[in-house]
């Protein structure tokens, strides 16, 4: 088993070059781990500094981490120098090349290393930024990002990272978060699962960072607990601000459970509703709706798609306000056991948040998702398509990438994201079984093959529904009509299409 102690982490990732250089992708002799030495202080020495200060406790902890491999304990003071110096050469955004042969040992071996290497990095920036009076974000947000940069190049390598190394005991913070008064210790084998899950999401890169941020903030909060160190006050309530279908509900379900893991929440649900669940239509019944749901919620997230339409108006007879003033109370109520998120548009949502002083109090962290790319566009498309093992033709696969591209160019405020390619995967099945469905007996390959024809009339149908809801009925009647042709408008009738037709799939989106 691992023992939690500086020293140990700092043991573990000299075991992990040592390993590299056994497999011939790293220097041997004395030098081997010089690069790793200076990374590590680098690191260390960055968090320490981001306060401007260097206290005594910081300098303990980098002592004690560096104690199996110096012959003679530093003093304080050189110690001080030393990551100083350190720090002043790291860069951050850089990967190293000990870490690469890391990886690169991983992909010989099928080994897991890299992710060791990464979890014993966390825990030892996660105890600096503990070990003192002193707390400052930026510390954990610059440790997040740099992980986040040793994540990425190993997933860019074809490594699946694991979580908390197997032969792990209970970390620092899960240690800190079960002493005596803390009823809800963390959960670090579920934390970890659902921290890969988040991951496993298409894009979303700058949300995960956000909430792996968050994450480490919680973890270093409750180790400063266990130490009698002072934590300033956290809100956790949070704004959710993008376009439909780019992964808000999905992120607030896995925020939920993340929640529990770490002992924040006690169930970590998640509530949906939005201002018809939250507003009635008479005087005094408004309250008691949103009474209802927060109670429905709390011990979890209570998530609220579209907030902004609670104040839109202000009338006699429109009760929106009354359910957000009856909602900060209860929020300041449940403060312990109730996470609230609010989601929507980026503009409506901020003028939200500003309608109210009790709102603009306790949603302090914005969290924007970006539309999809049409890379991750595509990338959705083909999850769906793994899940329900079906698989695109050469042709097919090729009009999919002008599609999608044709997608994100057009889109505008209401774009669905995610959800359109659900929907134009949904059309595209349908499409197929009706293609192949007057077939006897079809082969599995029949069955599993998503053809051009199949895509093209997908797309010409969610195009001509979104004419016929901006009232265009000319161009909905164009759109359906190249489905009805049963060639996809310019193919010659075996589902490949000729060269006049290889731009229907990009016209059904323009």
Request: proline share 4%; with cysteine.
């Amino acid at each position: 088993m691992i023992e939690r102690t500086p020293s140990r982490y700092a043991e573990r990732l000299f075991d992990a070059v040592d390993a590299a250089a056994d497999r011939g992708f790293w220097i041997t002799g004395d030098g081997r781990y010089t690069e790793l030495t200076d990374h590590v202080l680098g690191l260390v020495g960055t968090l320490i500094a981001a306060d401007d200060t260097t206290s005594d406790e910081e300098l303990a902890y980098v002592i004690e981490m560096a104690k199996p491999f110096q012959p003679q304990e530093p003093t304080k003071g050189e110690t001080a120098q030393i990551v100083r110096k350190a720090a002043r050469k790291a860069d951050l955004a850089r990967v190293p090349d000990y870490f690469k042969a890391v990886v690169q040992t991983d992909k010989a071996t099928t080994g897991r290393t890299a992710g060791d290497v990464i979890w014993c990095l966390r825990e030892l920036g996660l105890g600096v930024i503990a070990a003192d009076n002193q707390s400052d974000p930026r510390e954990v947000e610059w440790l997040t990002k740099h992980l986040g940069v040793l994540r990425q190049f190993a997933e860019g390598e074809g490594l699946r990272l694991a979580g908390e190394p197997s032969d792990a005991v209970a970390t620092d913070a899960a240690r800190a978060t079960a002493a005596p008064g803390e009823p809800r210790p963390v959960d670090q084998a579920a934390l970890d699962a659902l921290m890969e899950k988040l991951h496993a999401l298409v894009g979303l890169a700058r949300v995960k960072e956000e909430v792996e941020t968050l994450t480490n903030l919680i973890r270093v909060r409750a180790m400063r607990r266990a130490k009698e160190l002072p934590s300033a006050p956290m809100s956790l309530h949070m704004v959710f601000m993008g376009n439909p279908g780019t992964g808000k509900t999905t992120v607030a379900r896995v925020l939920a459970e993340i929640f529990r893991a770490l002992g924040v929440l006690s169930r970590g649900h998640l509530t949906e509703t939005d201002r018809s669940g939250l507003v009635a239509g008479y005087v005094g019944q408004t309250a008691l709706k949103v009474a209802e749901v927060v109670e429905r919620a709390l011990g979890g997230v209570l998530f609220i798609d579209e907030a902004y339409a609670l104040t839109t108006s202000r009338g006699s007879t429109d009760f929106g306000f009354e359910a957000v003033d009856s909602l900060v109370k209860l929020m300041e109520d449940h403060r312990d056991d109730l996470v609230v998120i609010v989601a929507g548009y980026p503009r409506p949502m901020r003028e939200f948040v500003r309608s109210n002083p009790g709102l603009e109090s306790r949603f302090n962290r914005y969290i924007e998702f970006a539309d999809y790319s049409p890379e991750e566009l595509r990338a959705i498309f083909d999850k769906l398509c793994g899940e329900g093992a079906y698989t695109l033709t050469k042709d097919a696969s090729d009009a999919a990438d002008r599609l999608f591209h044709a997608m994100h160019e057009d889109r505008d405020h209401t774009f669905a994201n995610g959800r359109a390619v659900r929907n134009l995967f949904e059309r595209t099945v349908a499409q197929q079984a009706n293609r192949i469905a007057r077939e006897a007996d079809p082969s599995k390959e029949v069955l599993c093959a998503l053809e051009t024809v199949d895509l093209e009339k997908a797309a010409a149908q969610m195009q001509a529904e979104r004419a016929l809801e901006k009232g265009d009925d000319a161009e909905a009647d164009a759109m359906l009509g190249m489905d009805a042709d049963g060639d996809g408008g310019g193919g010659n009738g075996d589902g490949h299409g000729d060269s006049d037709g290889e731009d229907t799939v990009e016209a059904a989106f323009r």
